[in-house]
């Protein structure tokens, strides 16, 4: 077991502090991201949510770990900065969707992503979560809940 895993198994609050301490996240152009203390990185997300990580791990996101910025890495590209929700343990220190808005559903997953779902969609209050999930999924390649004609039969009939 790699050093990182075990602290991240067995000492997140002593992890979160060095990558505290030790964390400069900088963009391409040198200049410091907001909050760039406050990313923690997948690997703490994965010391207590190792489940979810597996998900992850086998998902397309898990390219995500390679973008530049923290804010556009792994569990906190969506999830936002973990440094506070790792240190506390409380899950409302951390983005979390079953509350969220369409439209704060909408903005976390356009960050990376190109989505217009349609006016109709948009007004039957439909997001990118109705039918995608980054943990539950069934159909890999595109982290659908179920294959797309089950999705789409939850409301057109064809």
Excluded: W
Excluded at 82 to 110: L, M, V, W, Y
């Amino acid at each position: 077991m790699s050093a990182i895993r075990f602290l991240a198994k067995f000492c997140p609050v002593l992890l979160v502090a060095f990558f505290l301490r030790t964390s400069r996240a900088q963009t391409p152009g040198g200049l410091e991201e907001p909050n760039a203390g406050k990313y923690v990185g997948a690997e703490v997300c994965q010391g207590c949510h190792d489940d979810a990580y597996k998900s992850f791990a086998a998902s397309a996101h898990l390219q995500t770990l390679k973008r530049q910025k923290p804010s556009e890495q792994g569990c906190e590209g969506c999830h936002g900065p973990g440094a506070d929700h790792a240190e506390a343990g409380d899950p409302d220190k951390i983005r979390r969707f079953p509350a969220a808005s369409p439209q704060e559903i909408q903005a976390a997953c356009t960050v990376c992503h190109e989505a217009n779902l349609g006016a109709a969609h948009t007004k039957a209050r439909l997001t990118c979560l109705t039918c995608h999930s980054a943990h539950h999924y069934t159909q890999t390649k595109a982290i659908l809940l179920a294959p797309e004609t089950q999705l789409c039969r939850r409301c057109h009939k064809f």
